[in-house]
């Protein structure tokens, strides 16, 4: 498989370079670069530390270094901000009544808003199917909570 390279999050940098990263890493970090935290890179990998290569946006090219790049897979967080994890009870807000749940089946790498889910629902359930999968974002997942 493929390695998937994203840039760096803010909270990596720091914990690599202190909090003057952005002066630190090679080329340095330009502030309008700061939505590309996080996010997948497309492009020609640097081969090293010391080359860089030049990703267009606006008109305007940007070096990249390869140390601004990592292959780690980042966490998935959902709505409440509980850690995702596979075989976790969850609540589909909006979709599950009180009392049901539905179990994190897979944690996309891709995507870094969604997560795939087996639907223990009582919908799920009526239509017969014992493992229903739905692709879901995260921001409308919590962590179940048992009903009093």
């Known amino acids: ?8 999050t803010e909270k ?15 080329y340095t970090w330009a502030i309008e670069m700061n ?5 997948p890179f497309e ?4 081969t090293d530390k ?11 090219p940007w070096s990249i270094s390869k140390d601004m790049l990592t292959t780690r897979v980042l966490p998935k967080y959902l709505r409440d901000g ?13 979709e599950t009544d009180e009392g049901e749940y539905v179990i994190v ?11 795939r889910i ?17 692709i879901v974002k995260l921001k409308y997942l919590a962590k179940f909570q048992k009903p009093q």
């Open 118 to 134: 087996q639907c223990c629902c009582r919908q799920c359930r009526i239509l017969s199917k014992p493992r229903v999968m739905h």
């Open 12 to 26: 990596e940098f720091i914990a690599e370079y202190g909090p003057d990263w952005k002066n630190r890493v090679l």
């Open 35 to 39: 939505y590309l935290l996080g996010e």
């Open 1 to 8: 498989m493929k390695k998937q390279w994203r840039f760096k």
């Open 82 to 94: 509980t850690l995702a994890k596979v075989g976790m009870k969850l609540t589909w807000i909006g």
């Open 105 to 115: 089946n897979k944690i996309n790498t891709g995507d870094n808003n969604t997560i």
């Open 50 to 60: 010391e080359e860089g290569t030049c990703k267009e946006v606006s008109d305007w």
């Open 43 to 46: 492009g020609k990998l640097p």
